[in-house]
């Protein structure tokens, strides 16, 4: 039988755990004290060092860390140090999300394997749906408007723009993208959707009721926020450090909500499939 550990991690990987588990995999697991949903034949471990020990394929939380110092531990009593796991491993396969190179090459150091899951791209373009959906539910609740005709502003036209591009428009809203890449434009205009170009960004931008942004770099600065309407509401669903100046919104008491790791919080058992298939996938190859 073929033996993993997971340690710490959010509903997903409790949900992963148990896929693992019920399709014949030896799962032992830590960080997960507060929660009964484990499946019954999943092991669970005091110490992280025991853990670890028991198998030479450690996967950890999607995304790893939001400090650089702990993993990303719904469940667990205590803190995870990801300097412990990184004294305590060597010689592993360690499979994880959104992992800092940093960090990574402190595991490489000590002869690990690091494999970052989010890198592949079947992942990212599937789990690009929960995130779609999530933001729309979001912008739902915080509003008191139908979506269906308001103006809603995407920047950034990649994966995650693109599903929610598409779902918007199929609520009826007036869909807005902004891209760099010509190409991208391009598409825009080719699916039917209104462009926007980075370079006159500020024009029109007092429009706009609603401004989902997926680009990890400031793109709503002190400038363009000011010019917002009063009641836009700004979604972020960018990576760390976000697309937005954010002790400029609060000042200007912008309605900003950054929405991170939406596919766990969504869609929990969708997005361990997806982790799932992927998973399965990398395993396949490391056998050949």
């Known amino acids: 039988m073929k033996e993993i550990s997971i340690i710490g991690g959010d509903l997903r990987i409790?949900?992963?755990?148990?896929?693992?588990?019920?399709?014949?995999?030896?799962?032992?697991?830590?960080?997960?004290?507060?929660?009964?949903?484990?499946?019954?034949?999943?092991i669970k471990c005091?110490?992280?060092?025991?853990?670890?020990?028991?198998?030479?394929?450690?996967?950890?939380?999607?995304?790893?860390?939001?400090d650089g110092e702990l993993i990303n531990a719904t469940f667990n009593n205590r803190p995870i140090e990801?300097?412990?796991?990184?004294?305590?491993?060597?010689?592993?396969?360690?499979?994880?999300?959104?992992?800092?190179?940093n960090i990574k090459n402190q595991f490489e150091n000590r002869n690990n394997k690091v494999i970052d899951i989010l890198s592949y791209e079947e992942l990212s373009i599937m789990n690009s749906i929960p995130t779609a959906?999530?933001?729309?539910?979001?912008?739902?609740?915080?509003?008191?408007?139908?979506?269906?005709?308001?103006?809603?502003?995407?920047?950034?036209?990649?994966?995650?723009?693109?599903?929610?591009?598409?779902?918007?428009?199929?609520?009826?809203?007036?869909?807005?993208?902004?891209?760099?890449?010509?190409s991208d434009i391009a598409w825009i205009k080719a699916y039917?959707?209104?462009?926007?170009?980075?370079?006159?960004?500020?024009?029109?931008?007092?429009?706009?009721?609603?401004?989902f942004?997926?680009?990890?770099?400031?793109?709503?600065?002190?400038?363009?926020?000011?010019?917002?309407?009063?009641?836009?509401l700004i979604i972020d669903l960018a990576s760390s450090p976000g697309g937005v100046d954010r002790e400029e919104v609060k000042n200007i008491g912008i309605k900003y909500i950054w929405a991170l790791a939406l596919p766990g919080k969504i869609a929990p058992d969708s997005s361990a499939c997806y982790i799932k298939e992927t998973l399965y996938n990398i395993l396949r190859e490391m056998e050949k």
């Not at 990801?82 to 190179?101: C, D, F, H, P, R």
């Not at 462009?195 to 009721?209: A, K, P, R, T």
């Not at 997926?214 to 010019?227: A, G, M, Q, S, Y």
Request: with cysteine.
């Open 14 to 42: 409790i949900k992963l755990a148990n896929m693992l588990s019920m399709g014949g995999y030896k799962i032992y697991s830590y960080g997960f004290e507060k929660t009964n949903l484990l499946d019954d034949k999943i």
């Open 46 to 66: 005091d110490k992280l060092n025991d853990v670890i020990n028991k198998s030479n394929i450690l996967i950890s939380s999607i995304p790893f860390s939001k």
């Open 82 to 101: 990801i300097e412990q796991l990184i004294n305590y491993a060597e010689n592993k396969v360690i499979i994880v999300g959104n992992i800092s190179e």
């Open 133 to 182: 959906e999530g933001a729309i539910k979001i912008a739902i609740e915080e509003t008191e408007y139908t979506l269906h005709k308001s103006n809603v502003l995407i920047l950034g036209f990649g994966r995650i723009g693109k599903i929610l591009a598409k779902m918007l428009s199929g609520i009826g809203a007036n869909v807005y993208c902004e891209a760099r890449k010509k």
């Open 192 to 211: 039917g959707y209104n462009q926007v170009e980075f370079s006159n960004l500020e024009y029109g931008i007092e429009e706009y009721d609603i401004i």
């Open 213 to 232: 942004n997926t680009v990890p770099f400031i793109v709503l600065d002190k400038e363009k926020l000011n010019r917002l309407k009063n009641g836009c």
